[in-house]
């Protein structure tokens, strides 16, 4: 079973390796404030929750695509159509288990929508918010557990 940190720098590789992505940073989405203003494209990923069944694990991300608007926002659907890509491009490198051998122990799922925002937090950030589940094995080994 891939630990949520292991399942976070699998998406902080993407990021570090996406040519028009400036930055990528993690944590409550509050903590994009603290950050302050960037120059380039952020991708920002928050935990939002996990679930188990009998066999699986899903670890629910979610992930923002977005970069600055002019303050005229006369630059705003050139990030929105920007920034779109960028999720897409998560999408297909996530599902592309030739990225990376040990990536056949878990699977993706989006819930299909992502969700634009423009003027968000005090940077004027224009993109786009998508929830992706990553699905690994869950297994009740009660040998593993560090238990005496």
């Known amino acids: 079973m891939k630990t949520i940190n292991q399942l976070l720098k699998v998406l902080n590789d ?4 996406h040519l028009q992505i400036g930055s ?8 994009i ?14 935990l939002a929750g996990s679930s188990h069944n009998d066999t699986r694990r899903t670890v629910s991300f979610n992930v923002l695509f977005m970069d600055l608007t002019y303050p005229d926002m006369s630059n705003q659907w ?23 051998d040990s990536w056949t122990d878990f699977e993706v799922q989006t819930d ?7 003027e ?16 690994t094995e869950y297994l009740h080994d009660e040998c593993a557990q560090p238990i005496s």
């Open 33 to 46: 404030e603290a950050n302050g203003a960037k120059d380039g494209s952020i991708m920002w990923v928050s």
């Open 14 to 17: 993407f990021a570090d390796s």
């Open 120 to 135: 968000r937090f005090n940077n004027d950030y224009t993109g786009w918010m998508i929830t992706v589940n990553i699905i």
């Open 112 to 118: 299909g929508q992502l969700t634009p925002f423009t």
């Open 78 to 100: 050139e990030v929105w159509s920007d920034e779109e890509l960028k999720a897409y491009d998560l999408i297909t490198y996530l599902n592309d288990k030739d990225n990376n």
């Open 24 to 31: 990528f940073g993690s944590g409550d989405i509050s903590e």
